[in-house]
């Protein structure tokens, strides 16, 4: 079809620079296509005046130029036309449309260039808005809370440990009691390394190795908190991420027992949520303590009552703790008739999200400086 309008094109183009006088005997035919053929004209012209948008720019450039239009349907009566008539009005026909090409495309240039201008200005970031203070920025909430426990934790006089983020198999599963067959080991997920011979090494899926690093040295007693960077392979969605961050906390000391890990977890909890938050230890399983508990506390929304965010329970799970297994002890030559002791770890990234209700842990990474002077 394309292919017989071009035909008929470059023949009209051909025949196409006469006069009406030898248009023969279709002359009042031709009158009436040529008066016609103006009229078309005059009307996109006025039409063209009103249109604003590119999108009723399309509409009017295909009621007039497409192939239903109008141009269109004259061109077709060209059929039953003799050779002259043809080529006068085929000739005024062509010469229309290539002009009414030409000013739709005169106007769609000049409306791509408003409505670039008008999204740029839509887009601009009015700076004089931006305060003094905000201009100096400020430490992620996550850096910040980060910093407060380690405040909390170096008042109760524990000291912070260093740990690495990348570390071997040993670390951060065998000597933690997590044997190879162990389903811990499948729960999470792990980013091997490759370095050439050593395929053991990963990056550390939580920061309980470090317990490890601290039991090896062998100075007792130990008082220590590590934060830190943790990696899973877990895609991120409102409560994953596959990078975030963890504290762990060690004591290992002569006579530690559950009750002193109770009354840790409350403190501590307390003075980061504030005194009305009250928490509650729940029996768990890691293969690394035993007894092992996860602790909750009272939900931050609706202090206990119940709501959406506790799911009607009034308590959120915040992390795990429970006494450090004998076996971790063994591992690590730490004398188990002297020494007993408690760990716990938790997310800090969570706990961000459920202190300031955060719906969706991603919120966090993102960078929109809108959320981010929030905090
Ligand atoms: N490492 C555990 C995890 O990533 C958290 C944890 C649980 C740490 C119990 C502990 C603990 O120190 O005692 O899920």
Same mark, same amino acid.
């Given at each position: 079809?394309?292919?017989?309008?071009?035909?008929?094109?470059?023949?009209?183009?051909?025949?196409?620079?006469?006069?009406?006088?030898?248009?023969?005997?279709?002359?009042?035919?031709?009158?009436?296509?040529?008066?016609?053929?103006?009229?078309?004209?005059?009307?996109?012209?006025?039409?063209?005046?009103?249109? $604003?948008?590119? %999108? /009723? !720019?399309?509409?009017?450039? +295909? *009621?007039? &130029?497409?192939?239903?239009?109008?141009?269109?349907? @004259?061109?077709?009566?060209?059929?039953?036309?003799?050779?002259?008539?043809?080529?006068?009005?085929?000739?005024?026909?062509?010469?229309?449309?290539?002009?009414?090409?030409?000013?739709?495309?005169?106007?769609?240039?000049?409306?791509?260039?408003?409505?670039?201008?008008?999204?740029?200005?839509?887009?601009?970031?009015?700076?004089?808005?931006?305060?003094?203070?905000?201009?100096?920025?400020?430490?992620?909430?996550?850096?910040?809370?980060?910093?407060?426990?380690?405040?909390?934790?170096?008042?109760?006089?524990?000291?912070?440990?260093?740990?690495?983020?990348?570390?071997?198999?040993?670390?951060?599963?065998?000597?933690?009691?997590?044997?190879?067959?162990?389903?811990?080991?499948?729960?999470?997920? $792990?980013?091997? %390394? /490759? !370095?050439?011979?050593?395929? +053991? *090494?990963? &990056?550390?899926?939580?920061?309980?190795?470090?317990? @490890?690093?601290?039991?090896?040295?062998?100075?007792?007693?130990?008082?220590?908190?590590?934060?830190?960077?943790?990696?899973?392979?877990?895609?991120?969605?409102?409560?994953?991420?596959?990078?975030?961050?963890?504290?762990?906390?060690?004591?290992?000391?002569?006579?530690?027992?559950?009750?002193?890990?109770?009354?840790?977890?409350?403190?501590?909890?307390?003075?980061?949520?504030?005194?009305?938050?009250?928490?509650?230890?729940?029996?768990?399983?890691?293969?690394?303590?035993?007894?092992?508990?996860?602790?909750?506390?009272?939900?931050?929304?609706?202090?206990?009552?119940?709501?959406?965010?506790?799911?009607?329970?009034?308590?959120?799970?915040?992390?795990?703790?429970?006494?450090?297994?004998?076996?971790?002890?063994?591992?690590?030559?730490?004398?188990?008739?002297?020494?007993?002791?408690?760990?716990?770890?938790?997310?800090?990234?969570?706990?961000?999200?459920?202190?300031?209700?955060?719906?969706?842990?991603?919120?966090?990474?993102?960078?929109?400086?809108?959320?981010?002077?929030?905090?």
């Amino acid at each position: 079809m394309d292919n017989e309008i071009d035909q008929e094109n470059s023949l009209l183009k051909n025949i196409a620079s006469s006069d009406l006088s030898s248009a023969g005997e279709n002359g009042e035919a031709v009158k009436k296509l040529l008066s016609e053929l103006d009229g078309l004209s005059y009307k996109v012209k006025i039409a063209l005046e009103d249109v $604003s948008t590119l %999108l /009723d !720019l399309d509409a009017l450039e +295909s *009621l007039y &130029l497409g192939k239903k239009s109008k141009l269109t349907e @004259i061109k077709r009566e060209l059929g039953g036309l003799d050779f002259d008539a043809r080529r006068i009005v085929g000739g005024k026909l062509n010469d229309l449309r290539q002009d009414l090409s030409g000013i739709f495309k005169i106007k769609r240039e000049s409306l791509q260039k408003d409505e670039l201008q008008k999204q740029l200005a839509e887009d601009i970031c009015d700076i004089t808005e931006i305060t003094e203070t905000d201009l100096y920025g400020h430490l992620h909430l996550v850096s910040q809370i980060r910093r407060e426990l380690e405040d909390i934790f170096l008042g109760l006089g524990y000291e912070i440990a260093e740990g690495n983020e990348a570390e071997s198999d040993w670390y951060n599963f065998t000597a933690l009691n997590i044997d190879p067959d162990h389903p811990a080991r499948t729960m999470q997920d $792990s980013f091997y %390394l /490759d !370095l050439g011979s050593d395929n +053991s *090494l990963l &990056l550390r899926t939580h920061t309980s190795p470090v317990q @490890i690093h601290l039991l090896e040295r062998g100075k007792f007693p130990i008082y220590a908190v590590c934060p830190g960077r943790v990696y899973r392979r877990d895609t991120a969605d409102p409560r994953h991420l596959p990078v975030f961050h963890q504290i762990e906390g060690l004591v290992v000391d002569k006579g530690i027992t559950f009750a002193d890990l109770r009354g840790t977890v409350e403190v501590f909890i307390q003075a980061i949520f504030g005194s009305k938050t009250r928490t509650r230890l729940r029996p768990g399983y890691f293969p690394f303590t035993e007894p092992s508990a996860e602790f909750d506390i009272t939900c931050v929304i609706c202090q206990g009552s119940g709501c959406r965010t506790c799911s009607g329970q009034g308590w959120v799970e915040l992390g795990g703790c429970g006494l450090v297994h004998p076996k971790v002890l063994e591992a690590t030559k730490v004398d188990t008739d002297i020494y007993s002791g408690f760990a716990f770890g938790f997310g800090i990234d969570r706990l961000a999200i459920m202190r300031h209700n955060i719906f969706d842990i991603r919120a966090l990474i993102e960078n929109d400086i809108r959320f981010l002077t929030q905090f």
